[in-house]
C-alpha cells in the first residue's frame, strides 16, 4: 500500500506553549534537570485534517479515513508501517529548520501467552 498522510499539524495551536507547560511541571513539584527531554504530548490543530492522531482523526472510529487505495481504515493494523517527522523554524527556501528526522516503527502482532 503507498504511503498517506494522515495529519499535518503545527504546534502553533497549543493551547499552553512549551514554557507554559515546564512552568507547569515544575510549579507542582516535577524535578526538572538541564538536559531533560521534553515533549508536548499530541498537538491538534483546528481542522479535521490537523487532528493530532489517528483515534482523533477517525474521531473514535466513528469517521474512518479514506486512504489513496481506496481502503478505509479507522485503527492501526498489524504490518502497518507508522512515520512520523517533526520539525521547527522558517518556511520557504533557505530557512533555517531544525528536526528529528524520521522515525518509522511497524506495528507489530501482539504476543499472547497460551
Known sequence: M???VITDTNFKHMYWNIC?????????????????L???GTVSGP???SR???LERCWRGTEPLELPSGEKRAFLAD?????????CGGEGQGAERIGFGACTGTVLPAIVDA
Open 2 to 4: 503507498p504511503p498517506a
Open 20 to 36: 507554559h507547560q515546564l512552568a507547569h511541571q515544575t510549579c507542582n513539584g516535577c524535578n526538572v534537570q538541564p538536559g531533560d
Open 38 to 40: 521534553y515533549a508536548s
Open 47 to 49: 481542522e479535521k485534517e
Open 52 to 54: 493530532g492522531c489517528l
Open 79 to 87: 504490518g502497518d508501517e507508522v512515520t512520523i517527522t517533526g520539525w
